[in-house]
């Protein structure tokens, strides 16, 4: 656009309203990419609860054929396979496993928080000389150091 045949007053006006366009603009395509990554995101969880079930699935349907035939061999043939798994370990194993992966979970969503609330946190604390910042890094975390 040529801006020689507007007063100064006009011409800063007009490239104020363009820069502020434009920004309204990248903040709307940062917005839609949020969007997106949100989208992704419970996609991925939603396919990953459904492999969890369908291997939950196929086990329990592979034991339900074992149990079909309720003969001495098929029983005996169940028995073998529960002593050589020693389940009173193994459950052990996997109930650890699951308190594990819950616990990592947990902590990255509220890393996630953290991190979002650090933004909002630096923004106040930037024009008030009173109120000092703790210290920690944006995830929460005491600096290494």
Same mark, same amino acid.
């Given at each position: 656009?040529?801006?020689?045949?507007?007063?100064?007053?006009?011409?800063?006006?007009?490239?104020?309203?363009?820069v502020?366009?434009?920004?309204?603009?990248?903040?709307?395509?940062?917005?839609?990419?949020?969007?997106?990554?949100?989208?992704m995101?419970t996609?991925?969880?939603a396919?990953? #609860?459904?492999?969890?079930v *369908? +291997? =939950?699935?196929?086990?329990?349907?592979g /034991?339900?054929?074992?149990?079909?035939? $309720?003969?001495?061999?098929?029983?005996?043939?169940?028995?073998a396979?529960?002593?050589?798994?020693?389940?009173g370990?193994? #459950?052990?194993?996997?109930? *650890? +496993? =699951?308190?594990?992966?819950?616990?990592? /979970?947990?902590?990255?969503?509220?890393? $996630?928080?953290?991190?979002?609330?650090s933004?909002?946190?630096?923004?106040?604390e930037a024009?008030?000389?009173?109120?000092?910042?703790?210290?920690?890094?944006?995830?929460?975390?005491?600096?290494?150091?």
């Amino acid at each position: 656009m040529n801006l020689e045949h507007f007063s100064v007053d006009t011409a800063v006006k007009i490239t104020e309203a363009t820069v502020s366009k434009h920004e309204v603009e990248i903040a709307a395509i940062r917005a839609s990419s949020k969007k997106f990554d949100s989208g992704m995101e419970t996609f991925r969880y939603a396919l990953l #609860l459904a492999a969890v079930v *369908a +291997a =939950i699935w196929v086990c329990f349907d592979g /034991v339900h054929k074992l149990t079909d035939g $309720r003969d001495a061999e098929t029983i005996s043939a169940i028995s073998a396979i529960i002593n050589a798994l020693e389940l009173g370990s193994v #459950l052990g194993y996997i109930v *650890a +496993a =699951i308190c594990g992966v819950g616990w990592y /979970v947990e902590r990255k969503g509220k890393k $996630r928080a953290i991190i979002q609330k650090s933004s909002y946190q630096k923004m106040v604390e930037a024009n008030d000389p009173y109120r000092p910042t703790s210290g920690l890094t944006e995830t929460g975390d005491t600096p290494v150091g």
